[in-house]
Structure formats: C-alpha cells, structure tokens
C-alpha cells in the first residue's frame, strides 16, 4: 500500500492508548486499531480532524504516501 498510517507513532508520543483515542473521538477501540493497522480504505474528514484536535498534530503527521517498489 502506498499510503502509510502513522498514527500509532502519534499516540506514543503523545502517551496515549488507543482506547483513550476512541472514546475521545468517538468511535470504537476496533475502529482505531484499523486505522492504526492501514486496513481501512478511507477515513472520513470529520474522523481526521477530531483525530488532530486531540493528538495536536497535522494530517500529513498521520498519513505518509510512499511510492511503491517495483
């Protein structure tokens, strides 16, 4: 996959748990570990900003493009 997902190296730099991310944004512990695992196919905006609100960072902190190999 081209698109990496950073979001487990925000939350350990911000010394969060995935489960204090969830309820603050609002979705399920599942949900985040998804996300955090790059299995998901989008993520809606909202989701993405209520993200950089509580972890106080940039989209592009969480999300990485890296051209494939080959």
């Known amino acids: ?3 990496i997902v950073n979001l487990d190296v925000m939350l350990a730099r911000r010394k969060m748990r995935s489960k204090e991310l969830a309820e603050l944004i609002g979705i399920t512990e599942q949900n985040v570990s998804l996300l955090k695992s790059g299995k998901v196919r989008g993520v809606r905006f909202e989701t993405l900003e209520k993200i950089c609100q509580v972890l106080e960072c940039q989209p592009g902190d969480l999300l990485e493009y ?3 190999e080959g």
Do not use: E, W
């Open 1 to 3: 996959m081209a698109i």
């Open 66 to 68: 890296r051209q494939d």
